[in-house]
């Protein structure tokens, strides 16, 4: 298979400089730096406004041009440095070299043309870093000291001399005098060494007498130490009479930092400019800052009008942004063959699924790569990749929408390309984030290392294939840096180099980060990982000192275990529309719900168990013959983990009522802390997972439930031990209210009283009692073979096997009563009849029917006999005409018929005494009547 620098049409031998030396202006230098330089769109329109005003007749010849650091100002200040000097390199001009950078260029023809315009003019041109030169004498002298560089003469006292001699025209006998005088060596040979003061004066002596050349050094000596604007102005202004044609244009890097640093201020910058600018568009100043001009102009303190005067020497200001940095990249370091782009267009053709979800880095604002033209420009690197890299180098997003760092971009890529021996990796092998973390961050913290050993170490272990413990920590360092979601899919995405081991990588991830977080190397918030810092680790350590007792692990669980769905849905079985309770328990006894219900257990063993089936077995033995209790057990596999998750919780509470000192230290505990939430809710899926997946027992059967199955095997379990513990259970219940209803209720009313239910027909359409044989008016009259309480009867069929509601009893128990069944005792009163039941307000509360007593009627007369009675009354006896009293009906239970008779006696037996006893008379006359009176008496008891 090919190796991607064979598909690459750049070769990387030489390194890239880091910083753009203003100092450096050798032959081999500028020829590099101008090869490396790559004109984009926006440089070349900075190009030209630059030109544009350079080559204008505007008086004012101050120009700043600004961009942050790694921004490439100083690169491109450089480049137009030497398009004005004109530097012949390696036998071309300059201006030759740089015009193949316009190719492509929008406006290539306008730009070309300004350039072409500086031939006009012959340029003497000074480039220096004013903060890296010897600011001891002021700018004026940084200025004049790097001018007589670019003359060719020496920077201090001897090159003063040096120019003196060149305004005089005497320079050039100086330097044959000083050969001649030292045996054939040159001027520039000697001035190396030490002997250089000796040679001077020896040859100077032949232009001066010896105290006049004392002197005239004492005279340069006392100028340069107080060298200030005015005599940089004379000393210019000399040049310029010399060498009318010329233009003096000074370059003069990092300003900003020299103001910060104290070496130059601002004043004398202003001083500078305006000496300077007294000589009209011959001496050009160009400034080349990190700091925008007006933030300088704002941090330096001066009045409005020092503030003009400073803004007046500046009128022309160019920012450096440098946006288009990816482009410079793909262009320098990553061009690519014809058929080295072909290759990876077909590649990603085939694979564009895969490369896309590869390079869909969740939660951040980044490109995935959706296209093969995409793909192939920035390949061995994706297009998001770029993005976090500046975000990674240079800060937050929104500091990099506009500070992008071309120099620290441009070479920490071209080193990951010839650090990382990329290019003699396979071609489809892609550059991911730890190379990038690795080659873009130089000094790694001293902590930060010691947790890449530790990882190292841990990771070290498990002999994975493809996840290295360093490599993976600076894969989540590089993304939290780069402000990205540390989550296990993206940083398996940024660690994987293949696509096709995606899947591989992402298996071996997710262990080796299980590992760290559990030896702390790592610590998690919500989904996403962290390196855990040293604070974080001393925070951790507190957390582990914390013993936290079984009891309590046990007592968190358990607190947990009772908010479960699993509860709530073994608490209540719904049958016939009706809520049937469960108690649900511990093992151990302690209730979690419903714990008035005595019959029917659902009990819960914990986690903490290592032989599941050896507990099963035993449960199925000690339970096998108890109808009113399922044991549920939970899996053994998630025991181990639900123990030290519950664990960590209880550490967490503990450090969260510590009292820490530092910002620190709380913001790290803030943050442990806001876990909590996410902790607890693993917690309490482990603890759901090992109920919904465990085993139920009953009956000496067991029933493995899956969280698939269980609420159906719990709905099955409950019916069958409803079935085994109430199997005289009715299919519906009747509400108390009812009661007193059904005593009031007209007789044609009672057969709609009840519902639907067979269980409850107590009567017939015409009202007539045909319940004797229900179920439940068996069951009753049973339990009221002798005088029962209502509380009692409460009591027993509330219980197994009949399981009655309180609304059932005691509304069968009034329909028994209505129905002659019943008799009542309430207060020590016997009540007979439904309208004495009503006036004693037995069946009006609970309080009153618990207090009355009931005894079934054992023997009753029939319908039929109670209607021939009726009958005689109403017919044969008059009972109405006699008595005064509606007639008798057939609804009347025994007792009342008894009562009509003992009124239909009473009555008559006044008549016997009121029309013939006590009159002899009639008393003979009427002796049968006499007779009956004694009969009736009978009656009346």
Known sequence: MSKIKDILSIELEN?????????????????DELDGFILTESLAKHLSDFLDVFCSNMKESGVWLSGFYGSGKSYFAKMIGFLIANPVIKGTPMRDRFMPKLIGIKNKEIIENQIRSLDKTDYQVTLFDCAKVDSSHGISYMAMSHFLLSLGFL???????????????????????????NAGKDWYDIRKKMSAVPALKKAILTFMAEDEYEETRKLIDERIKTYDATKLKEDLSLYLEHFPE???????DEMSEALSQKKINLLDLEGLSEALSSLGNKVWTVGIAQQAFNDVLNASGLNIH???KVEARFKTRIPIAAEEIDTIIRKRLLAKTDSGKEQLESYYDKNNGMIQDITHIAGVSLNATKDEHTYADYYPFYEHQFKLLQYFLFGSRDTVTSQIGTRGMLVS?????????????????????TQLCRQAEENIPEALRMRYEQADNHIGKEGMKYVEGRALLQTIHFLEKANAYTTIENITKSYVRRPEDYYSVLAEVKKALEILVERNVLITSGNQYRITSQIEQQIIDDMNSFSAEVYRVRAEITKILKQQKIIKIWQTLTSDGQAIPFCVESSLGENFVNAGEKYMKVSFYDVFHEDHAQLVASVKQDTQSQKGIISIIPSSVYGTEIFNRAQELLKIDYIETKTYHTADEKKVVNN?????EEKMKFLTELINKSYTEGTAVYLFNTYQLTDANYQKEIESLQRKMFGNIFYKRLGASLSDSLAVKVLTANSTQLTTMFGGSEEFRFFDSAGKFIGENLSVATEILEKCKSYCTGDKLEEELSAPPTGYKFGTIITSVAALFRGNKLIAKFNGEDFHSVSDALEAKIFDNTRNFAKASFKAVM?????NDRQEIVDILKEDCQYKKITGDNAPSYNLNDFELV???????KRMMDKVKDKIMGDDEMELLFKRSVQARNVFSQYTA
Do not use: P
């Open 15 to 31: 390194d890239i400089k880091n910083v753009i030396d203003l100092n450096s202006q050798n032959e081999e230098d500028i020829k």
């Open 859 to 863: 023997k009753s007369l029939s319908y």
């Open 246 to 252: 010329k233009k003096i244009v000074f370059f003069i």
């Open 306 to 308: 020092q503030l003009n």
């Open 672 to 676: 442990i802390v806001s876990t909590k």
């Open 413 to 433: 890529v071209f080193d990951v390309l010839k650090k990382e021996a990329m290019t003699e990796a396979d071609v489809f092998t892609h550059v991911n984030a």
């Open 155 to 181: 920077s201090n006292w001897i090159g003063m001399m040096e120019f003196n001699l060149m305004l005089e025209n005497k320079y050039d006998k100086f330097l044959a005098t000083v050969k001649e005088q």
């Open 899 to 905: 009562d009509c008779i003992r009124t239909l006696s």
